[in-house]
């Protein structure tokens, strides 16, 4: 792990109507092609300068261990819609879901590279909807752009 490295998990909070091009082809290239799909990456300068030219569409920020770990158990995907279980775990190298979470978390292992699963996770809307408006940004008090570790709270509303 690089030092300063952090594990960032982005969730695309707003939809795909009248969305210009080159937005779009970000968004496809992070794999959120739809609304409230989430998926997680480290903070190298290329992803960075990424989530600055679609952050009035998705919102991000540091993940911990322990929601990395929920999400995979309660959202993540196999391809052939199975879910990811501890026994996929022991087959790619890891004594469990968590141990594997953990690698993510360290970055030892890129979510997308990982063998076998989406590399997306198809959330809900959170429970009791979004605080305030999706079109401002989240330091003026809406939903879109940086959070910092207040993606957790969002997370676990939306899995």
């Known amino acids: 792990m690089e030092k300063g490295a952090k594990c960032l998990a982005v969730v695309r909070v707003r939809g795909t109507i009248n969305v210009r091009r080159d937005i779009e082809d970000t968004l496809r290239m992070l794999n959120l092609t739809g609304n409230c799909h989430a998926t997680l990456i480290d903070d190298r300068p290329s992803y960075l300068g990424m989530l600055q030219k ?42 469990s879901i968590d141990k594997l979470a953990e690698a993510i978390y360290n970055l030892q292992i890129e979510f997308k590279k990982i063998p076998g699963v989406k590399p997306v996770f198809r959330l809900h809307p959170p429970g009791k909807g979004y605080k305030n408006s999706v079109k401002k940004s989240y330091k003026s008090g809406g939903v879109t752009g940086y959070r910092g570790e207040a993606i957790n709270d969002l997370l676990k509303r939306m899995i």
Request: charged content about 35%; glycine content about 10%.
């Open 54 to 95: 679609v952050q009035n569409h998705v919102t991000w920020g540091e993940v911990s261990k322990e929601t990395i770990a929920l999400l995979l158990r309660k959202r993540g995907r196999l391809i052939g819609e199975k879910d990811i279980t501890d026994e996929y775990a022991k087959e790619i190298g890891f004594e």
